[in-house]
């Protein structure tokens, strides 16, 4: 009989190997954007994330702006 790769058994056999190993990297960078972010508010640096949306941009200038 031919391995059927639609069998939702062999579906979530691949997704939960896949996510097992990608954890340990999920956990690294979360880590990494916490200290990051710790360190850019004690340095008062401002948010510059290039890949933001335009209105994103605007209303992180803007809270930036009108914070206390």
Do not use: G
């Amino acid at each position: 009989m031919l391995h059927n790769p639609i069998e939702s058994r062999s579906l979530y056999n691949w997704y939960d190997l896949t996510m097992r190993a990608l954890q340990p990297y999920s956990d690294y960078c979360f880590t990494l954007s916490k200290r990051f972010k710790c360190i850019a508010d004690t340095m008062n640096l401002p948010v510059n994330l290039p890949f933001l949306f335009d209105m994103q941009k605007e209303l992180s200038e803007y809270n930036e702006q009108y914070s206390l």
